[in-house]
């Protein structure tokens, strides 16, 4: 049974950081071979696109909304992808859900790749921002 599994949400002040963190189980899901994604959605907001960094680990890609403000990144051997969040502002407020694809830049439209298998998802972490 492949699981993510984001942490690190919580109640932030405006101008307030967090770190969030998307990790799985190695026997089920290899996160460094990867291309992984944030996404948030809202309630009665569609799902947006965050960031995504490649299977390389290396390119990243950012929504206009975001950049300059959340770094997307990985560590191998922890199995977990990170989306260092900063300047945060209340529309930030959402719930942050990572996903992984087995396409090498499976996310690079940001969107919910259609061609590369199965894209496995977490249940979201809160981030509220006030």
């Known amino acids: 049974h492949v699981q993510l599994v984001e942490s690190g949400g919580g109640s932030v002040q405006v101008g307030g950081s967090l770190r969030l963190s998307c990790t799985a189980s190695r026997d089920t899901l290899d996160l460094g071979s990867k291309c992984m994604a944030w996404f948030r959605q809202d309630p009665g907001k569609e799902r947006e696109g965050l960031a995504t960094?490649?299977?390389?680990?290396?390119?990243?890609h950012y929504a206009d909304s975001v950049k300059g403000r959340f770094t997307i990144s990985k560590d191998n051997a922890k199995n977990t992808v990170y989306l260092q969040m900063s300047s945060l502002k209340p529309e930030d407020t959402a719930t942050y859900y990572c996903?992984?694809?087995?396409?090498?830049?499976?996310?690079?439209?940001?969107?919910?790749?259609?061609?590369?298998?199965?894209?496995?998802w977490g249940k979201g972490t809160q981030v509220t921002v006030s």
């Open positions: 996903a992984a694809s087995s396409g090498v830049a499976a996310f690079e439209a940001l969107g919910v790749p259609s061609r590369y298998g199965t894209t496995y």
């Open positions: 960094i490649y299977a390389g680990g290396v390119a990243t």
